[in-house]
């Protein structure tokens, strides 16, 4: 059965410090994966995609990296802010989407 | 920038009744797709439409459950004889390509569903 495991469940950093959430998956045969940024009550934001071949990526603040053979990825935040504070989905993909439960992160001032 | 609309964005009902969660997509989208949230848990897959049929659906969506595309902008999902378990977060999504190599996933507001 395909599966997506994050960790940590949860964390709380200090604004202005860095932060790395992490994706282990078992998704076969892997087409790409996805990080979203989920805010409380809202609907999911897409902040990367990465396919095979691609192993970092980034979006502003938000650099993601993929090792496709240990099928393992990772979302770093650099310098976070209050407004980073949110649910971080990984999603991976063969011919469907499969979700990861999130890391919840919380940005303290 | 263009977006997924949903409404309503919350609805209260009492057990056994019909709700209808309507969507509009992005204007220029193929894929349309329902999610399921649970207070709590992760994003569920419920169906994928394209091409006016469904082309995916996972083991939660049932009888009880159905899509329509009504019009040329509406996408909507109807839930019959709602259960206490079916409280949750229906998010609709849309993209302009699918399957496997599907681009990015556009998410509405969502729309919370109360079941009591």
Same mark, same amino acid.
């Given at each position: 059965k395909n599966q997506v495991e994050q960790?940590?469940?949860? /964390?709380?950093? /200090?604004e202005g410090k860095n932060c790395t959430l992490q994706c282990n998956y078992t998704v076969s045969p892997f087409s790409n994966l996805r990080w979203y940024k989920q805010d409380t009550g809202r609907g999911p934001v897409s902040l990367t995609i990465m396919t095979f071949s691609e192993n970092? #990526? *980034?979006?502003? =603040?938000?650099?993601?990296?993929?090792d496709a053979d240990t099928k393992q990825s990772s979302l770093h935040i650099t310098?976070?802010?209050? &407004?980073?504070?949110? !649910?971080?989905?990984?999603?991976? !993909?063969?011919? #469907?989407? %499969?979700? +990861?439960?999130?890391?919840t992160v919380t940005v303290r001032a | 920038e263009p977006e997924v609309t949903q409404t309503p964005s919350h609805q209260v009902?009492?057990?056994?009744?019909?709700?209808?969660? =309507?969507?509009?997509?992005? &204007?220029?989208?193929?894929? @349309?797709?329902?999610? =399921?949230?649970?207070? +709590?848990? #992760?994003?569920e897959f419920?169906? *994928? @439409?394209?091409?006016?049929?469904? !082309?995916? #659906?996972?083991?939660?969506?049932?009888?009880q459950f159905s899509v329509e595309r009504p019009d040329g902008s509406n996408f909507t999902l109807k839930i019959r004889s709602t259960k206490l378990e079916d409280s949750a977060m229906y998010f609709c999504a849309s993209s302009a390509t699918g399957g496997a190599?599907?681009?990015? /996933?556009?998410?509405?507001?969502? %729309? =919370?569903?109360?079941?009591l």
């Open positions: 960790s940590p469940q949860s /964390l709380i950093i /200090l970092t #990526k *980034s979006n502003g =603040r938000y650099t993601a990296t993929l310098a976070s802010q209050l &407004s980073d504070s949110a !649910s971080y989905i990984c999603v991976v !993909s063969d011919y #469907k989407l %499969s979700f +990861g439960a999130g890391t | 009902t009492q057990m056994g009744q019909e709700v209808i969660l =309507r969507c509009v997509p992005i &204007s220029n989208h193929l894929y @349309f797709y329902w999610y =399921r949230q649970i207070l +709590g848990q #992760k994003v419920l169906v *994928s @439409f394209y091409n006016n049929e469904i !082309s995916e #659906k996972s083991e939660i969506f049932d009888d190599t599907a681009g990015e /996933l556009f998410f509405g507001e969502g %729309s =919370r569903l109360t079941v």
